[in-house]
C-alpha cells in the first residue's frame, strides 16, 4: 500500500483541484490519503471532512498550525503503508502516476524512489 500525505494550510483555493487529481489517478492501485489540516483559517477542512465523508480510503486530520514539517509527521504517524508519498496541497499529478510509482517501486521493493515534478503555469 501506498499512503500519501498532504499537509494542508488554507488550502480552500487548491486542494478540490489536488484531491480529484489524486481520486483519478489512484484507479485500483492500493492507496490511502491523509490530509493533515494545518489549522487553517479558511474553509479547507469543510472541504476535507467532504471528501473524507465520499471516499474511505481518505483520512482527515486536523491539528493546530505547526507548520508542513510537522503536519508531515503527523500523517507519518497515521499512515499505514509501506511506502510513502507527500503531495503539497496546490499540486496536481498526471492519471498515470500511480501506475508509475508501483511500476518502478513497489512492483521492484526498492527502499526509496525520488520523482521529478514540472511546473505548468496555467
Known sequence: MISVIIAAFNAAATIDRCINSIDVAKKNHDIELIVIDDGSKDHTASLLHSWASARSWITVKSQKNAGVAEAR????????????????????IDDWYFDFVFEQAVDRDVEMSRCWHLVINA
Do not use: H
Open 73 to 92: 509527521n503527523t500523517g507519518l504517524d497515521i499512515a499505514t503503508g509501506n511506502y510513502i508519498v507527500f503531495i503539497d496541497a496546490d499540486d496536481t
